[in-house]
């Protein structure tokens, strides 16, 4: 069973046309991260949840924004897409604080720029 | 310089050949560390963990030396399942939640 799901897998959106990708957890982890993935480049961290703590890395665009209502449900809100943000964006999570213990991935929502 | 850095690859190899994959991390406080494999246009999974005292799951053993911060990834006996690429992943614990820093992968194409 998935306890990672993201919605939707596939993602097709116009150039400046606002667009949010969601993602919810079946784990009950305290933290969930949002990475984005160019083409044979490693995942990169845009930021991440601790409960209600929110973490933005320091080298992500103004342009993404994150929500988190719940524990379960977290949501990543590009403002204004550019040709430039075309690519697998993948939701992970984890319990805090533990050391070795490693991140569960949804299967990722692939966005396209028009 | 990038805080994991992998062979450049990708690796060719044929059924049966034994591949191995390293990888070096720049952080001396980095504290857990694991492989995972990604399928073409999938997400990344988990393939195993590393420990100082290295660790084997079938035909996969990884190793870790801290004093020169090393990993490595061994494949015995390839399969063409085994074609993916695989990321040499870092952990650093802060504080409250961990912090993944990946490696940009290596592929390896298993041939028949």
């Known amino acids: 069973d998935a306890m990672v799901i993201q919605n939707p897998r596939y993602q097709v959106t116009q150039f400046g046309k606002p667009v949010t990708l969601s993602c919810s957890q079946t784990?009950?982890?305290?933290?969930m991260y949002w990475y984005q993935q160019k083409s044979s480049q490693a995942p990169k961290l845009l930021f991440h949840?601790?409960?209600?703590?929110?973490?933005n890395e320091a080298d992500t665009p103004d342009n993404f924004q994150s929500r988190r209502p719940n524990t379960s449900f977290c949501f990543l809100d590009i403002r204004s897409p550019g040709l430039g943000d075309a690519a697998m964006y993948l939701c992970?999570?984890?319990?805090?604080?533990?050391?070795?213990?490693?991140?569960?991935f949804g299967d990722g929502t692939r966005l396209s720029i028009l | 310089r990038k805080e994991v850095e992998q062979d450049p690859g990708p690796f060719n190899v044929p059924e049966g050949a034994t591949v191995a994959f390293n990888c070096t991390y720049s952080?001396?406080?980095?504290?857990?560390f694991f492989w995972y494999r990604q399928d073409c246009r999938k997400e990344p999974k988990l393939l195993m963990s590393?420990?100082?005292s290295g660790n084997e799951d079938g035909r996969f053993t990884a190793q870790l030396n801290r004093a020169s911060q090393y990993i490595s990834l061994l494949i015995r006996d390839s399969k063409l399942s085994d074609s993916a690429t695989y990321l040499c992943?870092?952990?650093?614990?802060?504080?409250?939640?961990?912090?993944?820093?990946f490696g940009t992968g290596t592929l390896l194409a298993v041939q028949p």
């Open positions: 949840y601790y409960d209600k703590d929110f973490n």
């Open positions: 992943v870092v952990l650093t614990y802060g504080g409250a939640t961990n912090k993944l820093i």
């Open positions: 590393v420990y100082s």
């Open positions: 952080n001396s406080a980095s504290q857990s």
């Open positions: 992970a999570t984890s319990r805090p604080g533990t050391v070795n213990q490693p991140q569960h």
């Open positions: 784990l009950n982890h305290n933290v």
